[in-house]
């Protein structure tokens, strides 16, 4: 089960190394480019990590943040279809579809969640100060949830005619999802829901990306 991780992190290195560099280099010069702002070191990185957006941001930061959301959407589903698009037969030749999706969603998140500590590690140096842990906890949490959500709303857009029905359910519930922090009391229970909710997308993703294989492979052929 290993080579999936393994193969993961290759293709990762060589292959989408420069996107993340990119990515890295922007959120070094939108930190440098706020560094003098009067909001506080803290709220700017949590802008510039998409913990916590306050409304008078710097319109520079909101734009980093949709780029940011952007960046760990488009690796998470290149590094889900990567292998139903170049080596579908030879994939589960070795390995059963089921194996196959728990460790392709595990080696998305490890990877993820390392990118995320680089990040929180780059912000530091520049600000000399650093978040509490929840805050950090929830950024990687909501992330993965955004990463799941896409992949399980894009399986479901190509599989199921009602297209705008299932759209209009994704936006429902992603609405719900956004407004929660304002009804909780404390990171604790944040962090609580978000776990709850990540472990139901991880179990529903894992069901229909297993059942949904075949399916998709013929579309991207």
């Known amino acids: 089960m290993r080579f999936v991780v393994k193969n993961d992190v290759f293709y990762f290195l060589f292959k989408k190394i420069f996107l993340i560099l990119i990515y890295l280099v922007c959120l070094l010069l939108v930190s440098f480019f706020i560094k003098n702002d009067i909001v506080s070191d803290i709220s700017k990185i949590k802008g510039l990590l998409g913990i916590w957006v306050i409304d008078d941001s710097n319109i520079v930061v909101k734009i980093f943040i949709v780029y940011s959301f952007l960046v760990y959407i488009y690796l998470g589903y290149d590094l889900f279809f990567k292998d139903i ?101 404390s990171d604790f229970y944040n962090i609580i829901v978000l776990i709850v909710l990540d472990v139901l997308l991880f179990f529903s993703c894992l069901r229909i990306g297993s059942k949904s294989i075949n399916y998709i492979s013929e579309r991207n052929d």
């Open 85 to 185: 698009r170049f080596s579908y037969g030879n994939i589960f030749s070795r390995i059963n579809k089921n194996d196959w999706m728990l460790w392709k969603t595990v080696s998305v998140f490890l990877i993820t969640i390392v990118i995320k500590v680089i990040t929180y590690l780059m912000t530091y140096i520049v600000f000399r100060v650093s978040c509490n842990f929840n805050s950090y906890i929830i950024n990687i949490l909501f992330t993965c949830f955004w990463q799941m959500m896409f992949l399980i709303g894009y399986i479901i857009c190509f599989k199921v005619k009602n297209r705008s029905g299932v759209v209009f359910g994704i936006a429902l519930f992603i609405g719900l999802l956004a407004s929660f922090p304002v009804f909780l009391m």
